[in-house]
């Protein structure tokens, strides 16, 4: 029998500072700090361990697709369209940059939210079975 992927444990995310991400992280999207030093802020939000990591020049987890539209690398999920829609106005309130609600042609919607580094996040409307 082949071993197998069990499931993420850790995503890393680029900052500039780590300070600033991590207090950012904290105030905006409910974080808890579990650690901090110099080069990294270790942050727990959504079942998950987020590594904030001091990265050069402006680097982000964004990235281009074929077409140059600039695309996240990590979906979150709320269940259900209140969840997302209650998520989304949370967010405003706290002066995160959110994008419309969005209709992708699949079940589900979707919106978009940017951290203050620039880093780029779906949020989508359904739960993955």
């Not at 992280?25 to 579990?34: C, D, F, M, Q």
Request: aromatic share 10%.
């Amino acid at each position: 029998m082949m071993a197998h992927l069990r499931r993420v444990g850790t995503t890393y995310i680029p900052v500039q500072d780590v300070e600033r991400a991590a207090a950012w992280y904290e105030a905006k999207l409910g974080a808890r700090v579990n650690y901090k030093d110099e080069d990294k802020a270790i942050v727990e939000m959504a079942g998950q361990s987020f590594f904030l990591m001091l990265a050069e020049g402006g680097a982000t987890a964004n990235f281009k697709d074929r077409k140059g539209r600039r695309q996240f690398s990590l979906t979150f999920e709320v269940d259900g369209m209140e969840e997302l829609n209650e998520l989304r106005d949370d967010l405003q309130e706290r002066h995160v940059i959110v994008g419309d609600v969005e209709d992708r042609g699949h079940m589900g919607n979707n919106f978009v939210f940017y951290d203050l580094c620039g880093n780029v996040f779906d949020v989508w409307s359904e739960l993955s079975p």
